[in-house]
């Protein structure tokens, strides 16, 4: 599903306007993201959690010429499912 099939979803679910539910679903995913690059940790019960992650500095290779080539450390957003939605889809 895309961003705009779940915009689409919404508003004919909720009976609101395509422009009122890109909103609340630009909202939502702002918020995340804020929270996430402040490096907090967003909860949302029942479908999971979203978490910022440390990725090591490594060494890694260049796959054309097979040199070696520093990798710099980096931080990731990591989406753990919650138990219901991990349930809900195992059922389906």
Do not use: Q, Y
Request: a positive charge.
């Amino acid at each position: 599903m895309t961003k705009s099939e779940l915009i689409e979803r919404i508003a004919a679910g909720r009976g609101i306007t395509r422009r009122e539910a890109e909103v609340v679903v630009n909202t939502v995913l702002d918020a995340i993201g804020d929270a996430l690059a402040a490096g907090d940790r967003v909860e949302l019960r029942g479908f999971g959690s979203f978490v910022v992650k440390r990725r090591e500095p490594r060494m890694g290779r260049n796959p054309k010429t097979g040199e070696e080539v520093p990798v710099p450390g980096k931080r990731v957003p990591h989406f753990k499912p919650g138990k219901e939605l991990r349930e809900r889809v195992d059922r389906s």
